[in-house]
């Protein structure tokens, strides 16, 4: 137990809806909580300096990064937020995106954090999930070639598309990559909670071994493998929520030889964080689904700290039930 109310900084990544970044911003502004933003190099960043400028405790990464979907970009950006944040200090550290909302209230946050002794990432070892092995060996320039935004007809887009479908077509002829020696990787969502001592832990890593960051900046989604990586490969890994329950799990799976994606552990008993991805079954929803009102009942029962996706006009009602009815805050 801490003697003093434990300080969380919110690192977030945005690229889009400054409103609802200021809504959220706004719903977790408390005594103790700070704020540290980065807004995508492609974005006008002058509405998101115009909302949330004023804030002391709100602060905006000054050097942006132009991000690619599934590129090493990514990586950087949370980096950045994580340096940034290490220099003024906090308890834990929770990364967000521009697109998250809290569903639990503040003091339910605090009185959480003020008692935790975890990291709480969610991961697998690729070898558990088998699906995943291909991001780390073939080499993916992703950042040099982006893979999304097929939405003109202009010739840079026109040999991005060609050139992708082709490296989809002949991957598996291409020769594939060592992963480094003397490390076993992990996966999981981008999404965590890391205590200060953590996060240096990751900081001093990445300074002392810039072979490790060039690996993976030719790998796919990145940020779903480098931080995971880290952790579970330091003195930190049995620190992680659930570490002893995912043992168990992979030597059940190794005992009954299953190479599958099926039966993985839930994400949210890892990291807190609440996403639907009901879609990929059923087809019905995007994939992470566009959280609406539908949503309300697995939320107000959700154990989770935060949830995305939220859009401001197709999350409207429900946004007003979370801060009506979880929140405590008026509409």
């Known amino acids: 137990m801490r003697n003093a109310r434990p300080r969380l900084a919110y ?11 200021l809504r959220m911003v706004n719903a977790l502004d408390c005594p103790g909580a700070a704020f540290y933003i980065h807004v995508d190099r492609k974005s006008d960043s002058s509405a998101f300096y115009s909302l949330l400028g004023k804030k002391d405790n709100v602060h905006f990464v000054e050097n942006r990064v132009s991000v690619n979907w599934m590129g090493f970009s990514l990586v950087e950006v949370s980096l950045r937020l994580l340096r940034l944040a290490v220099e003024h200090g906090f308890h834990y550290c929770l990364l967000l995106s521009g697109s998250d909302y809290p569903i639990k209230s503040n003091d339910n946050l605090f009185s959480f954090f003020e008692y935790a002794d975890k990291e709480y990432v969610a991961f697998w070892r690729l070898d558990d999930r088998p699906s995943w092995l291909h991001k ?21 887009v026109f040999w991005r598309r060609y050139f992708w479908g082709r490296f ?9 990559r060592e992963f480094l020696n003397g490390m076993v990787p992990y996966g999981g969502p ?17 300074e002392e071994n810039p072979d490790y960051q060039d690996f993976y900046q030719y790998t796919q989604s990145p940020g779903e493998l480098f931080f995971q990586t880290i952790i579970l490969n330091s003195n930190f890994a049995e620190r992680v929520e659930n570490y002893d329950n ?10 009954q030889r299953e190479l599958s994606d ?3 552990l839930p994400e949210d008993a ?16 995007e994939c992470p689904a566009i959280l609406d009102e539908r949503d309300w009942d697995n939320i107000r029962r959700s154990h989770c700290h935060f949830a995305r996706k939220f859009d401001p006009v197709r999350s409207d009602g429900l946004l007003r039930l979370i801060d009506r009815e979880i929140l405590g805050l008026s509409n």
């Open 190 to 206: 981008d999404w965590w909670s890391l205590s200060f001592a953590c996060a240096k832990y990751v900081l001093r890593f990445v």
């Open 168 to 176: 989809f077509k002949f991957q598996r002829q291409m020769p594939k």
């Open 11 to 21: 690192l977030i990544t945005a690229h889009n809806q400054p409103e609802h970044l």
């Open 136 to 156: 780390i060996q073939y080499y993916y320039p992703i950042d040099a070639i982006p893979i999304r935004g097929w939405s003109t007809n202009t010739e840079p």
């Open 246 to 255: 995912y043992q168990k799990w992979s030597a059940e799976r190794c005992a």
């Open 262 to 264: 099926r039966g993985m």
């Open 270 to 285: 890892f990291n807190y964080r609440y996403i639907d991805w009901s879609g990929e079954v059923s087809g019905e929803r």
